[in-house]
């Protein structure tokens, strides 16, 4: 029995112990399975890690160029866009001012790194060109390897958007963006055929990729012409529908390659040691089981610790009771906070930063997903200055017993205001700190959702700045800032905090005035900031005054939308510019009825020039004692086909806001001169030009053209010229004067004694003649002091060797004493009317055959 006890015992234990092997067997396959299963999840994250890599590299290497292209871009349409670029470089290039000067000159090589910078005319030939910053008489197209014709016309359609063009060239096999833009006036000139291109060329040099591979992290940064399919990782090829493929290769960190490096080799050479623990644990099973359960135990315990820590952790780490008072605080919490930790230890947490107490707890409660979300929560550093966090927290428990709390506090001000920064600048204007036009639309919206009544409205204020353009044109962009910026403060200063001052760009600003009950307190409004706006601006050595012209309308009498109410005050606004100066003006519905025939008067003046609707009429001059014809004037007139015949009142005005008066003012120039040469070798013809057209500098090219043209005698030719030319610009006038009478043509001064300073006008610049105002000849014959100021005038004109030419000329009697007061010559109805060609070359037909039956005439 005892055998048999001893056997079963020995069988039991036997039993006992193949159960242990197997099950320690078992246990051995599972723990290797893990080993396996962590080492290839090792190798798929780190593989993971890498490929996440590349794809943000990537990322960052397209917004590096598209941030450089947007760059380049912006400064492409601010100088091409520009209404001195189109005057000094459409034509003839102005090399002094553009260089020289450095308008469009090495500053764009230094500034903005561009290699090449070219004005190429209609047929993309060079007219302009500076390399490496220095002037260049290199060929564009020898210099840029690319299709320049296919890029110019990319360029033509792209400014009908006020956009540019921009794509991929190779300059000396180096890969190149470049950048094209039409030179024009303004959104309006379509006429591209005779358009001038700016080409701006940035080549992609090392010294500039080693700046954007610092900027963006993107190590050993190269960029090739072409594409490389089958290339290694990272890469990014770039191309547009023009021009040619560019590649950008470089090196990723790889940084899951460097893990798996390091913990891959430790992983095996811990499976293995666990292999050789295993095999030991066989032999002492039993015991080192009980080892492994509280090791295991221990272990698990320790990583509990350390994951709840780690997790948490992003700056300073803190700890609490169940009460939350502070029980600990790490030493990072006083170089952050400049705070000491003793002396917040048994505090409560809610002293030190303000949140939400109940938020904090729940929030930690709720395990592991939830406790890595953060709470925002604010303090005060040890200059009592407001700092902004995120409070993470845990739960700590023993045996679902809650002992307390940890976690840890990020400081995120810095984040918050780069925030603010951001949203500031994406709601306001850089250049004055006005509100932008999208902040504009929102406080609108907001403003007419929120319901309006008659009671309480609100006026939107849009106004433009009067004589802001020869700031900016005699001073510089700089100085125009300046006073942009100062009209801003003056805007700001006149309006209550309620209001809203935005600048939409240019000389452009709205005021939405959120106070005013009625059109008076408007007005009053409108009064204030107009003399405000009008007080003198310093500009260096010099005072600048501008004006303000207001359009104003009113929600919800006006319109119920920001769109209709900005576009009913820039109808308004236009009703005051055309008004004068300084001027507000109310919108009412008819002006809309105005604007819509002004436009389409504008659209039927761009085809009446091309359908040839236009026709000249001239008016006969005559010597005043001989009353023989010594010329004529040219009168334009315009056969609408639909409100019949219009007089240049009619059209002139708007000819020269358009920019139609420079093309109207050359086929006058021309049609006159052709008429002019079948009148004989005598007769003069006389055109009025435009003060529109000094503000160009071609003027004088243009009728030196129709001289060679036409083929007459410039003496002929005599350009008649208001004292307004003198006003605006009295220096340029006087040399583009000068240029017109290097030509051999006759100036003559318009209206004279309408204006200031005629008198000082014709010592200074170089006139053959004036013509007296038909203000002066109406009351000849009945007043005294009308006959002394043009007799006055007539001796002015004869001490000065100017021929005195009278106009408006109505009866016999003004004429006689035109005759005794010596005035050289005369026009006027009494004489003849404006006629048409062939019946003016009847007039001087019937005139040369009175001549011949002349008694004495042979």
């Given amino acids: 029995m005892t055998t048999n006890i001893a056997t079963r015992v020995s069988n039991e234990a036997a039993g006992y112990t193949a159960m242990t092997r197997r099950a320690s067997l078992g246990f051995i396959y599972v723990v290797a399975a893990l080993f396996i299963t962590v080492g290839l999840a090792l190798v798929y994250l780190c593989m993971a890690l890498d490929n996440h890599q590349v794809q943000h590299s990537e990322t960052d290497a397209a917004k590096a160029m598209q941030s450089r292209r947007d760059k380049i871009g912006t400064a492409l349409a601010d100088y091409a866009f520009w209404n001195d670029a189109y005057k000094h470089m459409s034509g003839k290039v102005d090399v002094g001012w553009a260089f020289d000067g450095d308008n469009i000159g090495p500053s764009l090589f230094s500034t903005y790194g561009l290699n090449g910078v070219f004005v190429l005319g209609p047929d993309a030939s060079t007219r302009y060109g500076i390399v490496d910053g220095a002037l260049s008489k290199v060929e564009a197209s020898d210099w840029i390897a690319g299709d320049l014709a296919a890029l110019l016309a990319s360029a033509r359609r792209a400014s009908a958007q006020d956009e540019v063009t921009q794509v991929y060239f190779s300059v000396k096999g180096m890969p190149a963006v470049v950048s094209a833009a039409v030179i024009r006036p303004d959104s309006s000139y379509d006429d591209f055929e005779h358009l001038s291109y700016l080409v701006y060329v940035d080549v992609l040099t090392s010294p500039k990729l080693k700046v954007i591979d610092e900027a963006f992290d993107l190590t050993g940064l190269t960029a090739t012409v072409g594409t490389f399919p089958n290339g290694p990782r990272p890469t990014l090829t770039l191309q547009e529908d023009i021009g040619v493929a560019m590649t950008l290769h470089w090196q990723s960190e790889a940084l899951g390659r460097t893990v798996l490096q390091k913990f891959l080799p430790l992983l095996l050479l811990l499976g293995t040691l666990v292999a050789v623990l295993m095999f030991w644990l066989r032999l002492r099973v039993i015991h080192a089981a009980d080892m492994i359960d509280e090791a295991q135990q221990a272990l698990r315990v320790s990583e509990q610790r350390f994951k709840n820590i780690s997790e948490a952790s992003s700056d300073w780490i803190w700890e609490t009771d169940s009460e939350q008072r502070l029980t600990y605080l790490s030493e990072r919490f006083t170089q952050v906070t400049g705070l000491p930790c003793h002396a917040w230890i048994g505090r409560p947490l809610t002293d030190l930063l303000t949140y939400d107490k109940q938020l904090m707890a729940a929030t930690a409660d709720r395990g592991v997903p939830a406790g890595r979300k953060p709470i925002p929560c604010e303090m005060r550093d040890d200059h009592q200055s407001p700092r902004y966090c995120q409070l993470s927290a845990r739960a700590v428990r ?40 999208h902040r504009l639309n929102n406080f609108l919206n907001t403003r007419l959702s929120e319901g309006l009544s008659g009671d309480h409205p609100v006026f939107l204020l849009a106004l433009d700045l009067d004589r802001f353009k020869p700031v900016n044109d005699t001073f510089g962009h700089a100085a125009g800032d300046v006073v942009l910026r100062e009209v801003a403060k003056a805007l700001t200063g006149g309006t209550r905090e309620t209001d809203l001052v935005a600048r939409l760009g240019g000389d452009e600003f709205i005021v939405v005035a959120t106070d005013c009950r009625t059109q008076e307190q408007a007005e009053r409004l409108c009064l204030r900031l107009i003399e405000q706006i009008n007080q003198p601006i310093r500009i260096g050595t010099n005072d600048v005054s501008v004006g303000a012209s207001i359009g104003i309308v009113s929600a919800p009498f006006d319109g ?7 576009r009913y005050a820039d109808i308004a606004l236009y009703e005051a510019k055309s008004s004068g100066r300084n001027l507000f003006r109310f919108y009412e519905p008819a002006m809309n009825e105005r604007i819509m025939e002004r436009r389409q008067l504008e659209m039927d003046m761009r085809q009446a020039l091309r359908r040839h609707e236009f026709r000249l009429d001239f008016q006969p001059r005559y010597d005043a004692s001989s009353q023989t014809i010594v010329g004529a004037e040219a009168l334009v007139r315009w056969q609408h086909p639909l409100r019949d015949l219009l007089s240049p009142a009619c059209f002139i005005p708007l000819a020269e806001e358009t920019g139609l008066i420079v093309e109207l003012s050359d086929w006058v120039l021309r049609e006159a001169c052709l008429n002019a040469l079948s009148w004989g070798d005598e007769l003069m013809v006389s055109v009025n030009l435009s003060p529109v057209e000094f503000q160009r500098s071609d003027l004088v090219d243009r009728v030196a053209t129709v001289l060679d043209s036409t083929g007459i005698a410039p003496q002929r030719l005599e350009l008649e010229i208001t004292e307004s030319v003198m006003l605006e610009d009295a220096a340029s006038a006087l040399t583009t004067m000068n240029g017109l009478k290097a030509l051999g043509t006759r100036l003559s001064m318009d209206d004279f004694g309408t204006g200031y300073s005629s008198l000082s006008y014709l010592r200074s610049y170089p006139f053959d003649g004036i013509k007296i105002d038909r203000s002066f000849i109406s009351g000849l014959d009945q007043s005294q002091s009308s006959e002394a100021i043009v007799h006055a005038i007539v001796s002015m004109g004869h001490a000065l060797s100017l021929t005195v030419t009278a106009e408006g000329i109505e009866t016999v009697a003004q004429l006689g004493k035109l005759t005794e007061l010596a005035c050289d010559q005369a026009q006027g109805f009494y004489l003849g009317r404006p006629m048409s060609p062939l019946l003016f070359q009847k007039v001087l037909a019937d005139a040369r055959v009175e001549r011949v039956l002349e008694p004495g005439v042979s």
């Fill in 398 to 437: 023993v045996a679902d017993h809650l002992q307390g709390y940890q976690g840890t506090v990020c400081d995120i001000t810095e984040e918050i205001e780069a925030k603010a920064r951001i949203e500031h600048i994406s709601q306001h204007d850089a250049l004055t700190g006005l509100a932008n036009r």
């Fill in 560 to 566: 119920l939308t920001a769109e209709d109410l900005l």
